[in-house]
């Protein structure tokens, strides 16, 4: 197994491109299984959720093509004829459950295992459900599957609500009804950009759906749709982490092939740290402040500050001069990184939903590990600022969803590098062989 080892100490300078975004890239291979013909997409990033997505487009006949160099894919979905996705690969990967809304919206029917609990909570799909239920699909489970069913006259449209707003379940629903028949109304749908992107590459296929990117969309059912041919955008977490770790190591980096315009209220939110930011239009300059300014956060939905970065702040903010509080109210149980940031010096308690944060706490070096991608990641940024050696154990989470970590970070002057360790009972396997299975 993999681990990143880090000496920490050194300021981030210079530049990095920000890879295409993984939540983004998810449901447009998803999009490519509703047409009969080959979609290609740019820009797709070398990370194994990547990896474990293509193989379960695989399995249902689809041929997928992705080459890491170029980062092109092509997804042929002409013999699609197997509608299920099995436990081992769902379980790796929650976002797998997407092949549910386009195999029942382009064939009426699929079986796909029931995603279990993830890392930091139950993480429910009953929104995802009673989305296919209200477009007529029949549902129901058999031995840990999800079976759906549309009737004989296919599926039509419906009104349906979301509460709260879901990413997942709104690109769910979004793929069963493109093809409907009839009007879908989703109200209170999520607006985040990875949904609108993939809202708009589904309009671009000949999908009929206004409101992106407001929380009522209208879907009007077409017959078919056209291969797709899209550009994955940048990914806009991979961008508001390299912005905090510039900020922590007091340094100063030009992060390039960027979307500013993703950020939302994040970008404000960073300024008030005291770090100096310019935007370009596909850029952003980050220099870090001499004093890191504690500021309390609490996340989201966008264009709020999102989940999927308050682990990172909480890293962030140990080195601020001062205290302050995260509050996670997508998710209430996301802290797993907290453990391992107190082994490294921090002091941080979390009552309920909030950590309470320190600053500014000296970090020291530590052997760690956290449960998920994002909490990880947070333990990379504290190692980057620890005196001595911190080795980031499990560094699998982190290839999910941060492309070469170590060599962005490295490009910029970080002291880190991968080294191969031994667990026992854990099997993880390089990306390559992986997308072979
Ligand atoms: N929810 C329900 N029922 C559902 C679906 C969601 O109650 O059927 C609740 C969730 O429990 C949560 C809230 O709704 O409290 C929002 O969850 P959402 O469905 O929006 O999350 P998701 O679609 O499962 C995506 C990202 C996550 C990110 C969240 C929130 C992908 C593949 N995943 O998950 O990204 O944290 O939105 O923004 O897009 C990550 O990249 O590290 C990651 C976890």
């Known amino acids: 197994m993999d681990k990143l080892v880090l000496l920490g100490g050194r300021s981030l300078e210079g530049e990095v ?59 042929d979905a002409s013999r699609v004829g197997h509608f299920e996705a099995p436990y081992e690969l769902v379980k790796k990967m929650r976002a797998s459950f997407y092949i549910l809304g386009a195999l029942l919206g382009r064939f009426g029917r699929a079986r796909v295992s029931l995603p279990g609990g993830c890392a930091w909570g139950p993480r429910p799909v009953n929104l995802h459900l009673e989305g296919f239920r209200a477009l007529g699909a029949e549902i129901s489970l058999d031995r840990g599957y999800v079976v759906a069913r549309a009737p004989a006259s296919g599926l039509r449209g419906a009104r349906i609500r979301f509460e709260p707003p879901s990413v997942g379940a709104t690109v769910n629903v979004l793929l069963a009804a493109v093809l409907a028949r009839g009007t879908t109304r989703l109200e209170n749908a999520a607006m985040e950009p990875d949904v609108v992107c993939f809202g708009e590459a589904l309009n671009r296929m000949g999908a009929r759906i206004s409101g992106l990117g407001t929380p009522v969309l209208e879907i009007e059912g077409v017959p078919e749709l056209q291969p797709l041919l899209a550009h994955t955008p940048p990914d806009r977490i991979e961008l508001g982490t390299y912005m905090i770790a510039a900020a922590m190591t007091r340094g100063r980096v030009r992060l390039l092939q960027a979307e500013p315009a993703h950020l939302g209220d994040f970008l404000e939110i960073f300024r008030q740290t005291g770090a100096r930011v310019e935007v370009g239009p596909d850029w952003i300059y980050v220099e870090g402040p001499e004093v890191i300014q504690p500021v309390s956060i609490q996340t989201a939905v966008y264009p709020g500050f999102p989940t999927d970065l308050q682990a990172q702040w909480t890293a962030m903010m140990t080195q601020a001069d001062g205290d302050s509080t995260v509050t996670d109210t997508i998710y209430f149980d996301r802290f797993k990184h907290v453990p391992e940031l107190l082994r490294m010096g921090a002091q941080i308690e979390v009552v309920g939903n909030r950590a309470h944060i320190r600053g500014r706490t000296r970090l020291i070096g530590a052997q760690v590990m956290s449960t998920d991608l994002r909490g990880s990641v947070s333990l990379v940024l504290a190692g980057l600022v620890a005196e001595g050696r911190t080795d980031v154990l499990r560094v699998y989470h982190l290839d999910r969803g941060y492309e070469a970590l170590e060599v962005k970070l490295s490009a910029l002057g970080a002291d880190i590098r991968r080294e191969q360790y031994e667990e026992f009972g854990t099997v993880v396997l390089p990306l390559e062989e992986e997308e072979q299975m």
């Open 17 to 75: 491109a920000i890879s295409g975004s993984k939540n983004t890239a998810l449901p447009l291979m998803s999009a490519a299984m509703l047409v009969d013909g080959v979609s290609t997409l740019y820009n797709v990033p070398r990370l194994r959720d990547i990896y474990t997505y293509s193989n379960v487009l695989r399995v249902t006949g689809a041929h997928v093509h992705y080459d890491p160099e170029t980062r092109t894919m092509h997804i």
